[in-house]
């Protein structure tokens, strides 16, 4: 299971924008989306509440 909590999700997008070496910052993602652990953390959150909204009429269904 991979660790979705706030410090682990900003320790990988803190690597992974290491690894992307020298793209010029105003080209960079993060430089236009907050991507602090904490920012990420509640998108992915909002995603979540969406996909189970949407999932929520079909499993309220009578069959």
């Known amino acids: 299971m991979v660790d979705m909590s706030p410090?682990?999700?900003e320790a990988r997008l803190r690597e992974?924008?290491?690894?992307?070496?020298?793209?010029r910052p105003e080209a960079r993602l993060e430089t236009?989306?907050?991507m602090c652990g904490p920012a990420v953390a509640a998108r992915l959150k909002e995603a979540s509440d969406l996909l189970?909204?949407?999932?929520?009429?079909?499993?309220?269904?009578?069959?």
């Open 32 to 34: 236009k989306i907050d």
């Open 7 to 9: 410090q682990a999700v």
């Open 52 to 63: 189970d909204l949407c999932r929520a009429p079909s499993q309220n269904r009578s069959v």
């Open 16 to 23: 992974a924008s290491r690894l992307a070496g020298s793209w």
